[in-house]
Every structure is written in structure tokens, then in C-alpha cells.
């Protein structure tokens, strides 16, 4: 038995669907433990593409079991969107599928405070997905929330939605001149919604430490990506959850010292990206990142937009290792630097004239961020149709090994594609 925890290393985008959907052909379990519908998971099997926003990508894999943890704020109308699109795929998961009753509700006013806030921000937005994610996750800390499990009564529900509503209406029509939202209509909607989800609705905590306790692999995926934490990220320019380990953990409800084997699984790409305003140090703002961006289809799965690309950023990734305790390390995407002369890995920061090993706690250095760069030897070959990592060009397996040598972690799978079967096991994870 064991609990393995996929985080991101970087802003997100690293690749984790995949890696989730890969391992999760040896877990029994695959849950989410954070987020929203402001996520987005690619996964491509057999040429069919599969984009999650909520439901864990590892549900794929017959018989598994999927579960919504606790940490998560969940649009009803998205996840059951979710759910009837893998139903005609012939893929129907309705009798394995849990919604923590824990999870937040994302609601109408959410959204629309979502797209004030940002305009208020005017210069300084955040770049945020707009689906409404902050603001609900803004009513869990403030105990305006409105959980998962409210929707089991009606009148409960009904009650909650009215106190809720009558504040944010106040807020919308005083604050910032909107019209007020309309409560019975809502009201109507999501008690909709509640007789469509109340068969997945479960007390998911004790699930997860049940199967773990019954000697069940669990893979517990992260979204978004360190950087992006609230606590340890590039601060404003965060999300509004935990993507780190720790936060994995507290978001199924599992403590730590119940568990007794626990992989932490770091991914990142072999380039950096980012989606959204704030810092990176290693971005390219030329030919170069334009090349990346379009080899490696850096688009968001969410809204589309275009990833600011760059270099491998070795300083964030040492930071993430140190933060989440990674274990082991999955290395995405390195098909896409093929055909590039020389490579760039950041190995430290110039800063103010003095070279960093570590990503400086405060953000008015973050812009002073210069980066110290080693140079390696690229690859002319394409290698996604590679099966075997000895089968890499010698350039290729180099620079991965260097990486393993900066991080003193093993990497444990290298991504050389889109598919499932584009993937280089070094080390098994379960």
C-alpha cells in the first residue's frame, strides 16, 4: 500500500494530468485534493483528448475509484458537465465517483465578483480564470460558504443561499452598482444540481483513510503548481488553495502521520511556463519563447491563453523539492526541445550583484531576478516514438542526468509525448 502525491513544481501546466493518468493504472484510488474548474488536466489516449477541470485525470483507467476531496470548490454545472461528456465517451463513471460533502459550492455571485475584483486590480491584475474560484474560496475563510453536503437539505440549503445572497447582493448593488442576483432562480438551479450529485456526495475523509487502511494505492493529485500556492507562491500572483504536498494531504483529509509509505512526486517541464501576470526570472520574451510556445501548444486547457515561456528554472525547482519534500521527479515534455542547438538550465539568481542559490522571500527582489545559466548540447532527433530511456540521444539522456545531479532527486519518469505510451519509466512509483 502506499500514497503518492503528484505536485507541480512550477506555475502549473507541467504535465500532471498525464503523469496522473499514467500511475493511475497502478493506483485503486486517484483523488483531487484542491481547486476548482479553474484547473485543466490534458490527457491523450489512443488519439482521443480527454481536458478535466474537476474530476481527477485517473479516472480513466477502469474500476478506479475518483474522489473530490475536501479542499475543493466545485461548480455543479461544470463537474456534471464533466461527468456526461466522459458518459458518451462510453466511459461512465457514476458508480466510482465521490464528492467530498466537505467541498465548497462556487456560485453565480462568485463569478461575477471574480471579473469586478480584476477590473478594480486594473494594471495589477492577477489573471485570473474568471470562474469564481477566489471569491468562493474568499466565502470559505470569511464562513460565507455554502458546502457540498448543504445540498442534501432543502431547506437547510434554502436558508444558507438566502443569508448568502442578501449580502452579496448588498455588496453588488452598494459597492459596485450591478444589479442584484435573482435568489429564486438560483435557489431553483441548485437544488437541480442537488438531486443530480446527491448519489456521489460522501463523507470522502474516512473513505480515503479506509482504503488506505485496507492496503489501497492512492494517488492524490495536485493542481496548479508551487508557485502558485497561497502560502509559498509568487504572492499576489497566486491561486487561492494549497497546491503544495501539505496541502494535498489536509485537502483528502488524510493526516500525515497515519501514513506510513508516501511518495511525493515533483513535475516539471523541461522548459518553465507560466499562465497570467506576475514574476519569471527565465522567461523568453523572443524567437525562442515564441518556438516553445508553439512546439509544445502552451495554451491554457482552461481559457486558452497563451503561456509565457522559458527556460528549465532550477532555482524554483530546488525551492519546490524543498517545500513539498519530493521524493522523486517526473520530467514532462522533452520531446519539445528537440532541434534546439544549445539548451539552458537556470542554476542560480544575480542579485543586486550577488548570486542566489534560492528564490528570495521578498517579492521587491523578484524582478531583479537574473538568471545564471548552465549551457548544454542540444538534439536534432525527434524521440516521442522512443520506448526505452538508453534508446535517447546521448545529448538528451545528459541533460536529464544533469538535472538528477543539480536536484540530488531521482527522476523517475521522462514524458517524450502526448500519449500514454510516451512515457520512460526509470523508477516505479507504486
Not at 309 to 327: Q, S
Not at 372 to 401: H, K, T
Not at 403 to 416: G, H, K, L, N, R
Request: charged share 25%; net charge negative.
Amino acid at each position: 500500500m502506499a500514497v503518492s502525491i503528484v505536485v507541480g513544481t512550477h506555475w502549473g501546466d507541467e504535465g500532471k494530468g498525464k503523469i496522473v493518468d499514467y500511475l493511475g493504472e497502478n493506483a485503486q484510488v486517484v483523488a483531487r485534493a484542491q481547486g476548482g474548474n479553474n484547473a485543466g488536466h490534458t490527457v491523450i489516449v489512443e488519439g482521443e483528448k480527454y481536458v478535466f477541470h474537476l474530476l481527477p485525470s485517473g479516472v480513466l483507467h477502469p474500476g478506479k475509484v475518483g474522489i473530490l476531496g475536501d479542499g475543493m470548490v466545485v461548480d455543479p454545472s461544470s463537474l456534471l458537465g464533466e461527468i456526461d461528456f466522459l458518459r458518451q465517451k462510453g466511459k461512465d463513471v457514476s458508480e466510482r465517483l465521490f464528492l467530498s460533502s466537505k467541498a465548497h459550492l462556487v456560485l453565480p455571485y462568485h463569478r461575477i465578483l471574480d471579473g469586478i475584483y480584476e477590473n478594480i486590480r486594473g494594471g495589477r491584475k492577477l489573471g485570473t480564470t474568471g470562474k469564481g474560484i477566489g471569491p468562493a474560496y474568499e466565502d470559505k475563510v470569511s464562513r460565507w460558504g455554502i458546502r457540498v453536503g448543504d445540498l442534501e437539505d432543502e431547506k437547510l440549503f434554502a436558508q444558507k443561499l438566502r443569508v448568502a445572497l442578501d449580502y452579496k447582493n448588498l455588496l453588488l448593488e452598494r459597492a459596485f452598482n450591478q444589479p442584484p442576483l435573482p435568489y429564486d432562480k438560483i435557489l431553483e438551479d441548485y437544488l437541480g444540481y442537488a438531486s443530480l450529485l446527491r448519489p456521489y456526495i460522501a463523507d470522502t475523509s474516512k473513505m480515503i483513510y479506509q482504503f488506505y487502511r485496507e492496503g489501497k494505492n492512492i494517488l492524490i493529485e495536485g493542481a496548479q503548481g508551487t508557485m502558485l500556492d497561497l502560502d509559498h507562491g509568487t504572492y499576489p500572483f497566486v491561486t487561492s488553495s494549497y497546491p503544495v504536498a501539505a496541502g494535498s494531504l489536509l485537502g483528502v483529509g488524510l493526516g500525515l502521520g497515519s501514513i506510513s509509505n508516501l511518495e511525493v512526486l515533483g513535475v516539471c517541464k523541461a522548459y518553465t511556463t507560466r499562465v497570467g501576470e506576475g514574476p519569471f526570472p527565465t522567461e523568453l520574451r523572443e524567437e525562442m519563447g515564441d518556438y516553445l510556445r508553439d512546439k509544445g501548444g502552451e495554451y491554457g486547457a482552461t481559457t486558452g491563453r497563451p503561456r509565457r515561456c522559458g527556460w528549465l528554472d532550477g532555482v524554483i525547482l530546488r525551492y519546490a523539492a524543498r517545500i513539498n519534500g519530493i521524493t522523486s521527479l517526473a520530467l514532462t515534455k522533452l520531446d519539445v526541445l528537440g532541434g534546439i542547438d544549445s539548451l539552458k538550465v537556470c542554476r542560480a539568481y544575480l542579485v543586486e550583484g550577488e548570486e542566489v542559490d534560492d528564490f528570495p522571500v521578498s517579492s521587491h527582489l523578484w524582478d531583479k531576478c537574473e538568471p545564471v545559466y548552465e549551457e548544454m548540447e542540444g538534439w536534432e532527433e525527434d524521440i516521442s516514438s522512443v520506448s526505452s530511456y538508453y534508446d535517447l540521444p546521448s545529448s538528451a539522456q545528459r541533460f536529464v542526468e544533469f538535472i538528477e545531479d543539480f536536484m540530488q532527486i531521482p527522476i523517475a519518469i521522462v514524458s517524450v509525448g502526448k500519449e500514454r505510451r510516451n512515457t520512460l519509466v526509470r523508477k516505479e512509483i507504486f
